[in-house]
């Protein structure tokens, strides 16, 4: 059964810089799409970033919320089973747990999640 496991989060002051991994493990992994999610504190989880993931398609196509356009990079790859979240210019309200997710039955749901890992930003 494949497993989701999120890496990289900690204690950064604002402007700096963080990245998170998710890597995928346990068996096969051939998702339509691997997302971003966070859920800052006392607050519903939201959308951050997400990245098709077949290499057979023509282009990689990425998404982001608003807020974090032009600060954040999610990137790929798909040997390593791997999504990457690169975090700059962070900001005190970035504080929150992030998720990885992936969509593995191409509903448009995401069905597999990793169990989070903790960004703060302090101000």
């Known amino acids: 059964q494949v497993q989701l496991v999120e890496s990289g989060g900690g204690l950064v002051q604002a402007g700096g810089s963080l990245r998170l991994s998710c890597s995928a493990s346990g068996g096969t992994f051939r998702p339509y799409r691997m997302g971003w999610f966070r859920q800052p504190p006392g607050k519903e989880r939201e959308f951050v970033a997400a990245?098709?993931?077949?290499?057979?398609?023509?282009?990689?196509?990425?998404t982001y919320a608003d807020s974090v356009k032009g600060r954040f990079t999610i990137s790929k790859d798909n040997a390593k089973k791997t999504v990457h979240l690169q975090m700059n210019s962070l900001k005190p309200e970035d504080t929150a747990v992030y998720y990885c997710?992936?969509?593995?039955?191409?509903?448009?749901?995401?069905?597999?999640w990793g169990q989070g890992t903790q960004v703060t930003v302090s101000s």
């Open positions: 990245v098709s993931w077949p290499i057979t398609w023509t282009t990689t196509s990425t």
């Open positions: 997710a992936a969509q593995i039955s191409g509903l448009g749901r995401y069905e597999l």
